[in-house]
C-alpha cells in the first residue's frame, strides 16, 4: 500500500513539473501566439496618441523607417514589423546567434489603442552552424531543427526568455504610451 503511495506521488510530481516548466503563450482563436489588449489612456486623442506611439517606435528599434511596415495616419494605425535576439549556445565558447520575428500593429483611437503583438519563428542567422533553421514555432513542442541541434531544454529556455522579453516590451510601450512626450512645450 505505501508502494502504491510513493508511485503515485512520483507519477504526479512529474507531472506537475512537465505542466509547469512549459512556457505558456497567449493563444488566439487561431491558435497563434498573440499578446493582445486594449489600454485606457484618459483625456488623450487618437492624434496624440499616434503621435506617442510613432515616438516610442524611433526609440526602441535601430531604424523606425525598417521596422514601419505600414503607417496608416487617417486610421491612426501603425503596423510594425521587428525581430528579438534570440542566440542558443550550447557551449561557454560557442554561440550561435538568432532571432524571433514579430509583427506588431497599434491602432489609435481617443482616449485609447489596441496592440496586437504576434511573434513569428525563432531563425538562426547565417553565422550559425547548425543544421536545420532554427527552433520554429514558438508553439513547437521540440524545435524544428531537431533536439539532437538542440536539446529541449534549450528550446523551453529559448521560448520562456521570448515570453519574458515580449512581456517586458509591451510594459515598456505601455508606460510610454501614457506618457506625455517631452512634458510641457512652453520652454
Not at 503563450?25 to 484618459?42: A, H, K, L, W
Not at 535576439?85 to 514579430?102: M, T
Not at 513542442?141 to 519574458?164: Q, V
Request: aromatic share 10%.
Amino acid at each position: 500500500m505505501k508502494l502504491l503511495k510513493v508511485i503515485q506521488f512520483c507519477i504526479f510530481s512529474l507531472h506537475f513539473a512537465c505542466v509547469f516548466s512549459q512556457t505558456v503563450f497567449p493563444i488566439n482563436e487561431n491558435n497563434e501566439i498573440e499578446y493582445s489588449e486594449v489600454v485606457t489612456v484618459d483625456s488623450t486623442s487618437s492624434d496624440k496618441l499616434y503621435s506617442r506611439a510613432k515616438m516610442i517606435i524611433s526609440e526602441l528599434f535601430k531604424s523606425a523607417q525598417n521596422v514601419i511596415q505600414n503607417d496608416d495616419a487617417v486610421n491612426k494605425q501603425i503596423l510594425i514589423k521587428g525581430n528579438i535576439k534570440s542566440d542558443y549556445s550550447w557551449n561557454p565558447l560557442s554561440n550561435c546567434p538568432g532571432h524571433i520575428d514579430f509583427t506588431l500593429i497599434i491602432m489609435c483611437k481617443d482616449n485609447r489603442y489596441k496592440y496586437i503583438l504576434k511573434p513569428g519563428n525563432h531563425v538562426f542567422e547565417p553565422a550559425c552552424k547548425i543544421s536545420g533553421g532554427g527552433g520554429g514555432s514558438l508553439l513547437l513542442e521540440k524545435p524544428a531543427c531537431g533536439t539532437f541541434n538542440m536539446p529541449k531544454s534549450y528550446w523551453e529556455d529559448i521560448k520562456s526568455k521570448a515570453n519574458s522579453d515580449f512581456l517586458a516590451f509591451i510594459k515598456l510601450l505601455k508606460s510610454k504610451m501614457a506618457t506625455e512626450i517631452g512634458g510641457k512645450n512652453d520652454w
